[in-house]
């Protein structure tokens, strides 16, 4: 299509505006290339559009039947104001704030509560596709669930946006749907300790901004763990980049960490008395922003919340009320005042309460913390130095540690979190919600936006390459044929901030310099990348700050201070004060760790407090060296580069999952959207990227089926072929769209381009509307032809008879008419002629006066004009004659003079001409050209008789060359003759080559005919293999019950003492390590008193120390911890890869703890006993490391051993790990064990071996049958030697788990102390002789296998021979298609099956056998107790008989209650059972009610299906679609014919059976309502039709069951009501019709319906938002309109009552049988 055909007049199109971005208009004349085209815009105005060229044109509308579609992608046209467009419409008018664009779901903030999160919506989302449903955050999370249970995928769901947008609560909500889906039985508290996690960590992570009240000031990543049952097992949590600088300074209008004013909130609680706590103005870390407070937020509540899902997570009161201490000592920390002093030195006043009680929180010593506030430490190779520092050095100081202890507590949490949340059980897979920060850019970036915009750079490339790589895939899954789609690649922009000599390492570098700056940072920048990267730039205007070109904007970074957030280093001072804490906590927080080699986060906003950091020196005072053994620090960006790497890492190996959360607007208004705002979000995040990819493709996809049943319109009768719908598409879109690039034919789909189903929806509303005029042409016409001839009958009738009366009445006038007209005709004559006379005579006097008048007067005129044309010709004569003479003369006179003047200057000139010689020479000169012009005519003329004689050489050639030619021409005539003599030999060669055909065919039906007979061949030599099989599988069985024989009490009894044992080892280690570190936290607060001690003995100013103390204390520390310990504390240094994740501290308690468990007990595991013997301790650690030894070196052998071994013998180790511990743990009474072990794993490993070798011979089969080797019957000396050298690789592969247990069995040994030469027990040794008996039966067994097979190897022939009796002797024509192979396998296929039918055979044969020798055993005991009774009773007196068998009766009747038990067990089992079974009917029913009233279209010729381009959403089936079983109205019939026929069956009351159909219809409607509430493509007039007939067949069911009248009809009146809504007209006039017919739909559901209602065909109406409004204002007078839910309760059910009906069966009948033995009873 060209733009002549799109840009017609009436054409609907976008022009950019700067108020409202894009604003829609409409062509008013056709374009046709001119440089301006007449709009007009909605509201009436009219303008001009400039128009370059035909790519500058202004972008498209879509047709309104595609405006509010729930996916971006699937509109006609996919540019950026369509998008903004389609997202306004559902947010602004629908009041939806879902959208799918492609794989991302859009999340727009309401800043409204939504009751679209309840527990019924997420059971309406469970289990469906992601695209049968309305746009959801819950259908993101079920489609992420089902792909990780059906494909066991770890998957993703990515939540990004700006601060505002509503980021935090999307997580929330998709974490809460994955815990109510995959709630697990087993761990009931894990869905609530994952739940409660949120309010904590938005405690300690978020905060209120100027953007958002509840901001995230973290990025965070969840991973919930499921199990193979796909149930929530645990979490794990890593955080990224929490902005510490909020925990000194806030900007205006913002608070600090929400935890802080909670605390000051609950100031007034007996338990925080001793923290101080006042109003959040008094402390200077919170009274920043000046805005403590945020409306209807209470901070004391939530505090609440904190502490109940602290306690959830196992965080004990004792440690919550530490944390709440640490926190409090933080904001008094920040009031702390530190002023000038003498010199360049501060102080703190003495009477300085704040830093007292801050001190008394932390537990440290004041004097020491006043100290190395205004000091610090400059070690050197031989010294330490003491210098004191400036007031605004040591303010800085003190906000880096306040910001050091807040995120040193942020850890903790977060490890405590995640202790909690881990499961115990192993996790399968898991789902990762990943909340972080969007692109961000202010009017002052620095690091931290830096840092966050360098995040997002990874997170859209990842996004941009899995948009490409799912683009690629739907397009080779179909065969489409496709070319590269250029998409943004910011790979150049990472690869500046990343790579080497880019951002970050010209950042690190400058942090090494002793004298670096911001200033020198930014040279350096420009100098390595300004004109080199393309996205890299600098200000005008600037020398201190850099422009970066990301993805989303150009962004401006201020360079200032990202020197000093790089580095984010601590005093070492501070550090060690606070390791010296009194309090366990604080201790531990800091304990053995170097606060510069941590690793740290940065902000994530601009933050500038009014402590203002130091200038010049004030970098270096932050940094702590030890002379030159200083370490490496690693910096923030480092760090960051690292975590995030890891990050990308986890999403690449996980399928991502996208929602991108967009802020309407900057007040905070409900459902307002601002075009500006949302347009600068979307560009940012990445959605139109996608819809750029997906426009450069083909966006547009319909099945062939779908877009035949939509456009069969468009087609001829010709074109159809009802069995081969692609043909007849094919035949359409050849004859419709010309250029054949706009359309692709795939596989299942047709694919357009984009644009191109809005053409074809053009074209069809065009012929619809042809068809439509041309229907109502002759409807009309025959209508009005009906009526002409009725009236015409009625005319004819009433003319004749008027006509009659007309022709009487005329006939009368016209005879009076006559009489009249003759007595008229003679009077009026007369009277004429008399005036007639009268007016003759005086006519005639007047000419003649008058004209005589007139002749008189014209003589005068011509005298006087004759006389004036006389005078004016002689005087206009004289006149002319004179102004001639006038003339003349001067003409005369001027030319005189003129010649005059020529003449003296021409004599003038030829006098000096005369006197020269150079007019000689001119005269000359014309000569000499005179004879040079005749020289050139002479040379012209003789070339001329040159060119004459080379012609006439020429035409002598030509007459040559013609000579050739009539020679080569007879040459060619002979040719010819010869061409037609080879052709008649090729078609004789021709013939012979078709007779060799022929026979070839003749020779490949004999082959045929020897394939047939070498497989009967084959077939009876596998029976033969059957019976030797049999016998085999009959051994393996006698070896498996020898097994099963052998008991595992020695296994239970080592178990029992391995714990025993473990358990007080634990203990005693756990208690050994809590004396290390009290003794090197001792020893640390001792170092502290001796440096203070130095510090106030020696005299002020410089002072210097010895430099070794430091260096002993590390010494005393390293010696107080043992080697193993170093080394694992070394490992998990390497292996902790979180970003400011800290190392976990290493408290074990006497046994693992599960996480239910309060963290008290585990940190306190260790107080078991408090007078330890030392000694006794120091051995058990010996031993431990002993045992511990021995176990690396023997894995060590294990796993040489393993790599040295082949791969298909690597799993098959001996002996397990938990078999090795056993065996070194149990000291004592170890006979015998080491030979059941070994007995034991060596069967079990021949077994393993035996089926090995089976599976490995089958893939050899196989292997050789890829490969298409030849298959060979070989000579019978061959086959033996083969068949034994198969045998013997057999008996080598068992060999190697023996040798493996040789070379580990020594090992064993040694570690275990095993007595080798001790004496075996008898059951050893009996044990030891039937395996030796069962090893020499396998022997003879094998070796008569062999012999069997080398027999059936002789008796075979070779190929050879078949091919010398049948082809020739040629042997690559007997298996020259495989067929040999292909029979064995077959064959051999037939065998194991018939051999798994047999042994399955004989299992059934010995189980029916033992339960009968049950039964019988059980007899024979009823029997001999029945025995003993009778010979009983025979000896004893009367008495004794009586009381014997009352005895006997009790125990009887005991008997039969422990029966009775028994059976309600059973029956337990079986209602069991019963409920499964209901709950599968009920699944069934759930499937197939929605496809039976809602998608199933009955109604022929009535299709509600809508253009939407049938891109949809990925489905996670992935199933064919023709094998998808089609659920119809017919299925749910046939259903609930075979329930009620079960329930017939079965004799069920019919007042029940009346109360099922009634409950199972209400099921039936709630859940067809629910779908349609959901499913914005079941809204529209058509499908309102088909509900409605569907559902009246349902109430034709119950008439025909007679159950019309037990209320089943009335339970279905809500779906009913719906689909006579979607069918209703919506104007204003019919507002009361309409609420008074849908009395059984909530508000909710109505003003659903109506929002959601969309047309199927642009000649339907949209409805108008208006109408909505009235509909709401008149439902709001209902008197039921409290219950304004949305869905209905699927779980609501009605009350059961069972009838009494009374037997007609009288008691006085009834005979009592005589088995039953009650003789003894009479009847009253």
Not at 653 to 681: G, L, M
Not at 863 to 868: D, I, K, L
Request: glycine share 4%.
């Amino acid at each position: 299509m060209s733009a002549t055909e799109l840009y017609t007049k009436g054409a609907r199109v976008w022009i950019p505006d700067p108020e409202i971005v894009w604003r829609a208009a409409e062509l008013l004349e056709n374009y046709t290339g001119q440089k301006s085209v007449k709009i007009q815009y909605e509201d009436g105005e009219e303008s001009e559009l400039a128009v370059k060229d035909k790519t500058n044109l202004p972008h498209l509308r879509n047709p309104d039947i595609l405006i509010g579609e729930n996916d971006l992608t699937s509109l006609s046209y996919l540019n950026e104001p369509e998008v903004l467009y389609n997202l306004q419409v559902r947010f602004a008018e629908r009041n939806i704030i879902y959208t799918y664009c492609g794989i991302v779901l859009v999340a727009i903030n309401p800043y409204e509560e939504v009751n679209i999160y309840s527990n019924d919506i997420i059971q309406a989302y469970s289990g469906q596709d992601m695209g049968a449903m309305d746009p959801h955050i819950f259908a993101v999370a079920e489609e992420a669930y089902k792909h990780m249970s059906r494909f066991d995928r770890n998957e993703s769901i990515i939540v990004s946006g700006e601060s505002g947008a509503g980021k935090t609560v999307s997580a929330k909500y998709a974490m809460r749907y994955f815990a109510t889906v995959g709630g697990s039985q087993a761990e009931t508290m894990v869905e609530q300790r994952v739940l409660a996690s949120n309010p904590i960590m938005e405690a300690i992570g978020n905060a209120k901004t100027t953007r958002n009240d509840n901001s995230s000031r973290f990025g965070k990543y969840l991973e919930i763990s499921f199990n193979k049952q796909h149930e929530i097992v645990g979490a794990h949590m890593r955080t990224y980049l929490l902005e510490k600088s909020r925990v000194v300074f806030q900007a205006a209008e913002e608070r600090n960490y929400h935890i802080f004013y909670q605390l000051c909130a609950a100031a007034n609680r007996p338990e925080f008395k001793k923290f101080q706590l006042m109003s959040p103005d008094d402390f200077f870390y919170t009274s920043c922003g000046q805005a403590p407070e945020i409306q209807g937020v209470d901070d004391s509540e939530n505090l609440v919340h904190t502490m109940e899902a602290l306690s959830l997570l196992g965080v004990g009161e004792r440690h919550q009320m530490m944390l709440f201490q640490i926190l409090s000592g933080i904001l008094h920390f920040g009031n702390v005042k530190i002023g000038e002093a003498e010199g360049e030195s501060c102080e703190i006043p003495a009477k300085d309460k704040s830093l007292a009680t801050c001190c008394s929180l932390l537990g440290i010593e004041e004097s020491q913390m006043r100290m190395w506030l205004c000091h610090k430490k400059i070690t050197t190779v031989n010294e330490v130095l003491t210098k004191p520092l400036t007031a605004s050095q040591a303010s800085f100081a003190q906000d880096a540690l306040a910001k050091h202890i807040y995120a040193e507590v942020f850890t903790w949490i977060v490890n405590k979190v995640n202790l909690t949340l881990q499961s115990t059980t192993k996790q399968y897979k898991f789902i990762g919600v990943l909340d972080i920060y969007g692109f961000e850019t202010f009017e002052i970036n620095s690091f931290e936006q830096f840092c966050i915009n360098y995040a997002n750079e990874k997170l859209q490339q990842i996004f941009n390459s899995h948009v490409f790589k799912l683009e690629q895939e739907e397009y080779v899954r179909e065969g489409i044929e496709w070319s590269f789609i250029d998409f943004y690649d910011n790979q150049p922009c990472i690869d500046l901030i990343e790579s080497k000599l880019g951002i970050l390492d010209l950042l690190d570098e400058e942090c090494k310099m002793p004298r670096g700056s911001d200033a020198n940072w930014c040279q350096k920048l420009y100098s390595k990348h300004l004109g080199k990267a393309k996205h890299f730039d600098k200000p005008r205007m600037s020398n201190s700050a850099f422009i970066i070109a990301h993805f989303a904007d150009k962004v401006q970074y201020l360079a200032d201070g990202f020197l000093e957030k790089n580095r984010d280093t601590v005093l070492e001072e501070h550090i060690n004060i606070l390791k010296a804490s009194e309090f366990e906590l604080v201790a531990e927080l800091f304990d053995a760790k170097d606060p510069n080699l941590k690793k740290p986060r940065a902000g994530s906003a601009t933050t500038h407090s009014t402590r203002n950091a130091p200038k010049g020196g004030g970098s270096k005072s932050n940094r702590s060296t030890v002379g030159s053994q200083q370490q490496q620090k690693a910096t923030v960006g480092d760090q960051f580069r690292d975590s995030l790497k890891m990050l990308m890492e986890t999403l690449n190996a996980t399928t991502p999952h996208y929602i991108r959360c967009i802020k309407p607007n900057d007040f905070k208004e409900a459902f307002t959207f601002e075009p500006n705002r949302a347009v600068e979000q979307l560009r940012a995040c990445g959605v139109l990227e996608t819809i750029r990819i997906s426009a450069a493709g083909y966006p547009s996809r319909w099945t062939y089926s779908e877009f035949f049943q939509r456009y069969r319109v468009l087609a001829r009768s010709k074109d159809i072929n009802r069995s081969n719908p692609r043909k007849t598409c094919e035949n359409i879109l050849i004859k419709i769209i010309q250029d054949p690039d706009k359309y692709r034919f795939g596989k299942t789909k047709i694919f357009f381009r984009a644009g191109q189903v809005a053409y074809l929806e053009k074209l069809r509303s065009e012929k619809l509307r042809a068809c439509g005029v041309m229907i109502q042409k002759h409807v009309k016409g025959w209508l009005a032809r009906r009526r002409y001839k009725k009236v015409m009958r009625s005319i004819k009738l009433i003319q004749k008879h008027g006509r009659g009366v007309l022709a009487r009445r005329h006939a009368k006038f016209l005879r009076e008419t006559k009489a009249a007209t003759r007595i008229q005709k003679v009077f009026k004559g007369f009277q004429a002629r008399k005036v007639f006379n009268v007016k003759k005579r005086a006519v005639i006097k007047l000419q003649a006066c008058i004209r005589g008048l007139f002749g008189r007067r014209e003589y005068q005129k011509q005298m006087h004009e004759h006389r004036a044309v006389v005078i004016q010709r002689h005087v206009r004569g004289w006149l002319q004659r004179r102004r001639y003479r006038k003339i003349v003369h001067g003409f005369v006179l001027v030319q005189s003079h003129f010649r005059r003047r020529k003449a003296k200057a021409q004599l003038k000139i030829l006098k000096i001409e005369a006197k020269s010689v150079e007019h000689i020479k001119g005269v000359n000169k014309g000569l000499e050209n005179k004879i040079i012009e005749l020289q050139q005519k002479l040379d012209n003329r003789n070339k001329e008789v040159q060119q004459v004689k080379v012609k006439d050489v020429e035409i002598a050639n030509m007459k040559t060359e013609m000579e050739k030619l009539r020679q080569n021409s007879n040459m060619a005539e002979k040719s010819s003759n010869r061409i037609t003599e080879l052709l008649k030999q090729i078609e004789e060669l021709t013939e012979e080559l078709a007779k060799e055909k022929g026979e070839k065919q003749d020779l490949i039906s004999e082959k045929e005919l020897m394939h047939k007979k070498h497989a009967e061949a084959a077939k009876m030599l596998m029976d033969e293999n059957v019976s030797v099989k049999e016998q085999l599988n009959k051994a393996n069985e006698k070896l498996r019950e020898q097994e099963k024989l052998s008991a595992d009490a020695n296994k239970e009894q080592m178990d029992t003492q391995n714990k025993i044992m473990a358990a007080e080892l634990e203990s005693e280690r756990a208690h050994h390590q809590r004396l290390v570190k009290d003794h090197a936290r001792l020893q640390q607060r001792l170092e502290n008193l001796q440096g203070e001690m130095k510090v106030l003995k020696s005299p002020q100013g410089h002072n210097r120390t010895p430099s070794d103390i430091s260096a002993i204390s590390l010494e005393s520390y390293a010696s107080s911890i043992s080697p193993e310990d170093r080394d694992k504390e070394d490992f998990e240094k390497e292996s902790d890869q979180g970003y400011e994740t800290t190392e976990k501290k290493k408290k074990k308690g006497p046994a693992p703890a599960p996480p239910t468990n309060n963290v008290d007990t585990v940190t306190n595991g260790t107080h078991v006993e408090k007078d330890v013997d030392i000694g006794l301790v120091l051995k058990l650690q010996s031993r431990i490391k002993e045992l511990e030894k021995d176990k690396e070196s023997l894995q060590r052998k294990v796993d040489n051993f393993e790599d040295g071994s082949s791969p298909m013998h690597r799993s098959s180790a001996v002996i397990s790990d938990s078999a090795f511990d056993a065996l070194k743990k149990q000291l004592v009474n170890a006979e015998d064990v080491e030979i059941v072990i070994k007995l034991q794993k060596r069967i079990r490993e021949l077994e393993k071996a035996k089926s090995k070798l089976v599976d490995e011979l089958d893939e050899r089969e196989e292997e050789d049958e890829d490969e298409n080797m030849e298959f060979r019957i070989m000579t019978p000396e061959f086959a033996y030697n083969n068949l034994k050298m198969q045998e013997l690789e057999n008996e080598n592969d068992k060999v190697k788990p023996l040798k493996k247990y040789q070379n580990s069995s020594p090992t064993i040994t040694g570690t275990t102390d095993f007595d080798q030469n001790a004496q075996l027990t008898p059951a050893g040794k009996e044990f030891l002789e039937q395996f030796e008996a069962m090893t020499d039966e396998l022997e003879r067994r094998r070796e008569e296998c062999l012999q069997l097979r080398a027999m059936m190897a002789e008796r075979s022939i070779t190929t050879h021979e078949i091919a010398k009796q049948s082809y020739g002797g040629i042997d690559s024509i007997v298996n020259e298609d495989n067929e040999l192979a292909m029979a064995y396998r077959t064959q051999k296929e037939l065998n194991r099956l018939l051999e798994n039918q047999l042994q399955k055979t004989e299992k059934d044969g010995k189980k029916k056998e033992e339960e009968l020798r049950k039964e019988i055993r059980h007899l024979k005991k009823d029997n001999e107790e029945q025995q003993k009774v009778i010979t009983q009773n025979i000896s004893l007196s009367p008495e004794a008989k009586i009381e014997a068998t009352m005895q006997h009766e009790i125990t009887r009747l005991t008997s039969e209650n422990l029966d009775l038990r028994e059976t309600i067990d059973k029956n337990s089992d079986q209602m069991r059972r019963l409920k499964k079974m209901l709950k599968v009917y009920a699944k069934r029913l759930k499937d197939g009610e929605v496809a039976a009233v809602l998608e199933h279209e009955a109604i022929a010729g009535l299709t509600a299906s809508k253009p939407s381009g049938m891109r949809g959403r990925s489905s996670s089936t992935a199933t064919d679609p023709d094998d998808v079983k089609e659920l119809s109205l017919d299925s749910l019939m046939k259903a609930m014919n075979k329930y009620s026929q079960v329930l017939t069956q079965h004799a069920v009351d019919p007042e029940l059976v009346k109360q099922i159909f009634r409950q199972l219809y209400y099921f039936i409607c709630a859940g067809a309502l629910n779908n349609l509430l959901l499913r914005k493509d079941m809204c529209n007039w058509s499908k309102g039709m088909q509900i409605r007939y569907n559902l009246s067949h349902l109430e034709q069911w119950l008439r025909d069951n007679k159950l019309h009248e037990v209320g089943a009809q009335v339970t279905m009146e809500p779906i009913i009501q719906a689909s006579q809504l979607l069918q209703a007209r919506k104007t204003v006039a019919d507002v009361d019709s309409i609420c008074e017919m849908c009395s059984k739909l909530t508000t909710a559901q109505i003003v659903k319906i109506l929002n959601l209602y969309t047309p199927v065909d642009e000649f339907e109406e949209r409805v108008p938002i208006p109408f909505i409004r009235e509909i709401q204002k008149k439902l709001k007078s209902r008197p039921q309109d409290s219950d304004n839910t949305l869905l209905m309760d699927t779980k609501f059910s009605y009350p059961v009552t069972f009838p009494f009906n009374p037997s007609s069966i009288a008691m006085e009948t009834v005979e009592v049988p005589q088995s039953l033995h009650l003789g003894f009873l009479t009847r009253v």
